[in-house]
């Protein structure tokens, strides 16, 4: 058994061989990333939302189409048969939403780790302030609206505790990042950034607009983070 391992390697290093690539494209946006203003980083999520609304526009008309008629049809054979499109049409619309977040992935990454560059470097992170900002202010007192602008701080208080944001992501951490989006698990122990790391695949799969859940049984960590 030992002498197959060291001829195939282990499982584990074939998922970090495959995944080495993917660290290098991220690599190669963070320049280009890095030039961009604070509001030209934040569009880029609207960016990467409308790829994916472009991607499944057919998909979700034809749910929304096929929901309509569901209402109006009073066979119940014919709805089920409806129903079993409309099943047919989600499944599609997840796979290709997925086929999305993989091809954006390595930007969408890079965005993550220049925005806790930022927040690290920077007391104050100016943006134009959006509806959501403004509907979020009172609720945060780490951010500020000053007439069209949200001022966002880099610490703030959470579950009594004052936080400095002072992370940025290291490689092993983006690896980490990729492995949980493939619905892999990744092993780390203790202050090697479970935290940093799970805000890039949250950040990426938040993209759909689907909602994303974080488990974790620490409660002072659920609080704090």
Same mark, same amino acid.
Not at 113 to 131: D, G, H, L, P, S
Not at 177 to 206: Q, R, S
């Given at each position: 058994?030992?002498?197959? +391992?060291?001829? $195939? ?10 995944? *080495?690539?993917? %660290?290098? *494209?991220?690599?190669?946006?963070? /320049? ?5 203003? *604070? ?5 880029? @999520? =609207? ?12 998909? #979700?008309?034809? %749910?929304?189409?096929?929901?309509? !008629? ?13 129903? /079993? !499109? =409309? ?10 939403? !997925?086929? %999305? $977040?993989?091809?954006? $992935? ?20 100016? =943006? @134009?302030? &959006? ?7 009172? @609720?945060?007192? +780490? ?17 009594? &505790? ?11 951490? $983006? ?6 989006? #493939? +619905?892999?698990?990744? #092993? ?6 479970? &935290?940093?790391?799970? &805000?890039?695949? %949250? ?5 759909? +607009? ?7 049984? *620490? ?7």
């Amino acid at each position: 058994m030992g002498v197959l +391992g060291s001829l $195939l390697g282990s499982k584990s290093r074939r998922d970090i061989k495959a995944i *080495n690539p993917i %660290v290098s *494209n991220i690599k190669d946006f963070e /320049e280009s990333i890095a030039q961009l203003s *604070n509001d030209e980083l934040r569009g880029k @999520t =609207v960016e990467f939302r409308q790829k994916i609304a472009d991607y499944i526009s057919e998909e #979700e008309k034809s %749910v929304a189409e096929l929901k309509a !008629q569901i209402e109006k049809e009073e066979d119940i054979m014919q709805r089920e048969k409806m129903w /079993e !499109q =409309v099943d047919r049409h989600e499944n599609t619309i997840y796979e290709r939403t !997925q086929d %999305v $977040l993989n091809d954006i $992935l390595p930007e969408a990454f890079a965005v993550m780790k220049e925005t806790a560059k930022r927040f690290k470097e920077n007391e104050r992170i100016e =943006v @134009t302030a &959006t509806e959501y900002d403004r509907m979020l202010e009172p @609720t945060r007192d +780490g951010m500020e609206i000053k007439g069209d602008k949200a001022i966002y701080k880099n610490e703030w208080t959470a579950g009594g &505790t004052l936080i400095k944001w002072d992370m940025v992501h290291y490689d092993v951490q $983006l690896v980490g990042g990729i492995v949980l989006h #493939e +619905g892999k698990i990744a #092993e780390m122990g203790t202050g090697e950034g479970k &935290t940093l790391v799970a &805000t890039l695949p %949250v950040y990426l799969n938040a993209l759909p +607009g689907k909602g994303v859940h974080i488990v974790t049984v *620490n409660d002072y960590l659920a609080k704090r983070d």
